[in-house]
């Protein structure tokens, strides 16, 4: 029986949506469009059994092809990034994340981080995320004139505190990241230093931004995002006692059976990532994100740091109208079509659910197939948006003009 015979409420919905997705510019930086591929092993018969523990080591029986599945998916984000282990089951990003700081540190240690405010992530030591109510973290500081990491901001964070940790890797941060440094840091107190790539994770296997090996302790990345593999984490490492202590982290630490449909996808994702086509896809995305932020900047608008070095921007719309508001601008951009999401700037007087920016991404206009050229055209899209914000009539005819972009540009199949 079909979907659309067996519950036709959810099959329109989800035609619904796909409809949005085709008709719609996405410019979400941690969002993407899959292959059909990897859509296919995600809803294949691999979500029927269950595969506690890790290959050659399972609870169930039957197990023998999952195995297999899940070796080929280790094997191939070990080639990816070039190192000895790798652990394909957390269900997340924020899973991989707390199943690293388990295997590194015990409930109540110290670690270091960048605010959720300043561009970090909620699994990054925010007040209600279970990485601060069961682990103890402070945050080091972006420089107040550059927006940029501030390195005696911390190191004297790591002095002062001798952290077990030392977290970089960030959700709205549009720089390169100096892994060696960091160590640096990290060894001369002590710590370990973990490296958080999900944004980065595509730019790191395309050879646009530097690897966190050897200078990380431990790697973690979502599978989505840059990499344009289904929603999921990946935690990696070089040192054995380190892996042995990341697999009890992840289970029976923090999860039970694994998304084995997922894992499926997720190596298929990986094979994609290993292909030649791949490392183009990924300069192009660095590309347009670059052609996006000139075209912003020329047009009136402040990009946090003054620019991009990779798949994203952190835009403080305050320059270009003091009354606008992230929120406001993510909703009248999607009424024109293009999906981004309010973001607060660093030092962001607004709070959380209003913020004084949008971030903004090109992962997924990249699958589409836009070039640079198409990414200005997008700037000034999103000028005119944010100028007619107010104006009904003034979007649906935008909108328009969006859908027949996309129309240009289809999905990919």
Known sequence: MTLTQADSQIATLIQKEQMRQETTLELIASENH?????????????????????????????????????????????????????????????????????????????????????????????????????????????????????????????????????????????????????????????????????????????????????????????????????????????????????????????????????????????GEALKPEYKTYIQQVVKNAGALANGLMKRGYRLVSGGTENHLMLVDLRAKDAELTGAEAALALEKAGIIANMNGVPNDPRPPKVTSGVRLGTPATTTRGLKEADMDNVAGIFDRVMANRRDPAALVRIRAEVAEVCRRFPMPH
């Not at 080091?140 to 077990?164: G, M, N």
């Not at 040192?239 to 997922?262: S, W």
């Open 34 to 270: 899959v292959s059909t591929a990897v859509m296919e092993a995600a809803g294949s018969c691999l979500t029927n059994k269950y595969a506690e523990g890790y290959p050659a080591a399972r609870y169930y029986q039957g197990c023998g092809f999952y195995d297999e599945i899940e070796s080929i998916a280790i094997e191939r984000a070990k080639h990816m990034f070039g190192c000895r282990f790798a652990n394909v089951q957390p269900h997340s990003g924020a899973s991989a994340n707390l199943s690293a700081f388990m295997a590194m540190m015990k409930p109540g240690d110290q670690f270091i981080s960048l605010n959720l405010a300043s561009g970090g992530h909620l699994s990054h030591g925010m007040k209600l995320n279970a990485s601060a109510l069961y682990f103890k973290p402070a945050h080091y500081e972006l420089d107040a004139k550059t927006e940029l990491i501030d390195f005696d901001s911390v190191r004297a964070k790591a002095h002062e505190l001798k952290p077990k940790m030392i977290l970089c890797g960030y959700s709205a941060y549009s720089r390169i990241i100096d892994f060696a440094k960091f160590r640096q840091i990290a060894d001369e107190v002590g710590a370990y230093l973990m490296a958080d790539i999900a944004h980065i994770a595509g730019l790191v296997v395309g050879g646009a931004h530097p690897s966190p090996f050897p200078h990380a302790h431990v790697v973690t990345t979502t599978t989505h995002k840059t990499l344009r593999g289904p929603r999921g984490g990946l935690i990696l490492c070089n040192d054995e006692e380190l892996n042995k202590a990341v697999n009890r982290a992840v289970f029976p630490g923090l999860q039970g059976g694994p998304l084995m449909h997922i894992i499926a996808a997720k190596a298929v994702a990986f």
